[in-house]
């Protein structure tokens, strides 16, 4: 099922197939972009393949299509960013929570959490000393091509 203009589709629906395409890619058929849905959506591709109701030799040549592959990358790169932004969203509440647990009557649960937040304390230095030394690097490298 998609959804398109405000109106549920099939994709066996004969007025879904004749949609004019869509999505931003007009290289595209209307099945291809509901094959990468499916795809997208779904934990295999013949799990995908099925919902979308294309044959495993229809799919596997679409895979191998560079359209195709892009449009795929691009919806999977728009999932990533969504969950990841949903992650960061949570990250303050997940610090409060180990905040609150270093007052725990527990001295196991105190322990754990401290361990915790020093262990990420100490991850997150490592990667901004990392970032700034990639940053070096990167500009010296500028430089030496301007040079």
């Known amino acids: 099922m998609i959804i398109r203009d405000g109106?549920?589709?099939?994709?066996?629906?004969?007025?879904?197939?004749?949609?004019?395409?869509?999505?931003?890619?007009?290289?595209?058929?209307?099945r291809q972009l509901l094959a990468i849905s499916q795809i997208v959506a779904s934990t295999t591709l013949e799990e995908?393949?099925?919902?979308?109701?294309?044959?495993?030799?229809?799919?596997?040549?679409?895979?191998?299509?560079?359209?195709?592959?892009?449009?795929?990358?691009?919806?999977?790169?728009?999932?990533?960013?969504?969950?990841?932004?949903?992650?960061?969203?949570?990250?303050?509440?997940?610090?409060?929570?180990?905040?609150?647990?270093?007052?725990?009557?527990?001295?196991?649960?105190?322990r754990l959490a401290s361990k915790d937040i020093l262990e990420y304390a100490l991850k997150s230095i490592e990667l901004e000393d990392i970032e700034e030394r990639l940053n070096k690097i990167e500009q010296a490298i500028s430089q030496k091509k301007q040079t």
């Open 7 to 30: 109106q549920e589709f099939d994709q066996n629906d004969q007025n879904y197939t004749n949609l004019p395409k869509f999505g931003g890619n007009m290289e595209l058929s209307n």
């Open 48 to 110: 995908a393949r099925k919902r979308a109701g294309v044959s495993k030799g229809t799919l596997y040549n679409w895979l191998r299509d560079d359209a195709f592959k892009a449009e795929l990358k691009r919806q999977r790169d728009e999932v990533i960013k969504e969950a990841l932004a949903r992650l960061k969203s949570a990250i303050t509440k997940a610090v409060e929570e180990l905040i609150k647990l270093m007052d725990s009557n527990k001295a196991e649960l105190r």
